[in-house]
């Protein structure tokens, strides 16, 4: 029996994993196929909302407190790992909607500074990371911290005893814990009733072959965006569907994509797409993440929710829940 059972082996999933073992608890973590597949691995691991504005003030706040901390937290993972997230602050060049009256206020609320550019503005203190190589020292590190993860273990609903949840079913077995933190993303509603539904919303993306001279920073417009990786790499997204769990791409998504690089940056027009993807993005329609106690049960957690910015809102989302469930102030 564990002290805390986590559902979900995303970066929200192992983050939380990671600071309740660092709180002292014994935690075991649950993932239906392998750890960090789905929607973290998908995105683009840019730690910052795409236009914050837009979103209500606790995304805000755990986004910037989590910017805080990122930098430091990726060197001592590393440390701790030997595996590099390649942490980078590339800076953001927003060319839309940065002048915008919404945009002015929630900039001058925040106290955010930009420099101007001949296409736009310039957050020169956005930084990102590269997902998969975050998450792979994640679950190293975690594991190194003594969670125990359990891969393949479909959760098919609470264990219920009186008006207390004692653990989870699973389609291998049943599993005790004091305390669930659900970090199942778009998957959450499958297996537990929540206040609002969680559905998904899946994204396209490819990834250019090229130069790493072409693109020097984050280029974000019309909602989309070209990230730049060390290795010349451009990664390149991304579309919203509301079509299920459909993994399918098609060509018409990668050339739309290509095509939204290559007119900002002409040389992409010749690269090469290396790769081409989707993800599911856990989304509702208040789009607001859940972040506390399950409305049923006291010694239930949620932490989901978080639609596109799970991986820039994943320390300060699990630092508050450790602290609401260790009582630390």
């Not at 839309?96 to 929630?106: H, L």
């Not at 550019?117 to 998969?132: E, K, S, Y």
Request: include cysteine; charged fraction near 20%; proline fraction near 3%.
């Amino acid at each position: 029996m564990s002290d805390c059972l986590v559902i979900g082996g995303g970066v929200i999933g192992m983050m939380t994993a990671r600071s309740l073992s660092l709180s002292g608890a014994k935690v075991t973590l649950l993932d239906q196929q392998q750890c960090a597949n789905e929607s973290s691995r998908a995105g683009g691991g840019i730690i910052s909302p795409l236009y914050p504005w837009k979103y209500d003030d606790l995304t805000n706040e755990l986004s910037i407190a989590s910017q805080a901390v990122y930098e430091q937290l990726c060197a001592q993972i590393f440390e701790d790992t030997g595996l590099d997230p390649q942490y980078l602050k590339s800076g953001l060049l927003m060319m839309d909607e940065f002048d915008t009256s919404e945009a002015k206020t929630w900039m001058q609320k925040y106290k955010l500074t930009y420099r101007t550019h001949p296409q736009g503005v310039l957050f020169t203190d956005i930084a990102q990371v590269r997902n998969p190589r975050l998450l792979k020292a994640l679950k190293a590190d975690i594991i190194n911290k003594g969670v125990k993860i359990i891969e393949h273990t479909k959760v098919e609903g609470l264990l219920v005893k009186g008006d207390c949840a004692i653990g989870v079913k699973t389609n291998q077995q049943d599993y005790l814990s004091d305390s669930i933190v659900v970090c199942s993303g778009a998957w959450s509603s499958q297996w537990l009733s929540l206040a609002e539904e969680i559905f998904p919303m899946k994204g396209q993306m490819i990834v250019l072959k090229a130069n790493p001279s072409i693109v020097e920073h984050i280029v974000l417009d019309q909602g989309r965006y070209i990230i730049p990786r060390k290795d010349g790499r451009i990664l390149v997204g991304s579309t919203m569907q509301n079509v299920g769990f459909d993994r399918s791409t098609d060509e018409q998504t990668r050339q739309s994509l290509h095509e939204f690089a290559s007119q900002r940056f002409e040389s992409l027009a010749k690269a090469e797409v290396e790769h081409h993807w989707s993800g599911f993005r856990p989304a509702s329609k208040s789009a607001k993440v859940m972040l506390g106690r399950h409305e049923q049960f006291d010694n239930v957690y949620l932490n989901t929710g978080h639609f596109r910015n799970g991986l820039n809102m994943a320390p300060e989302s699990a630092r508050r829940i450790t602290q609401l469930i260790t009582h630390e102030v």
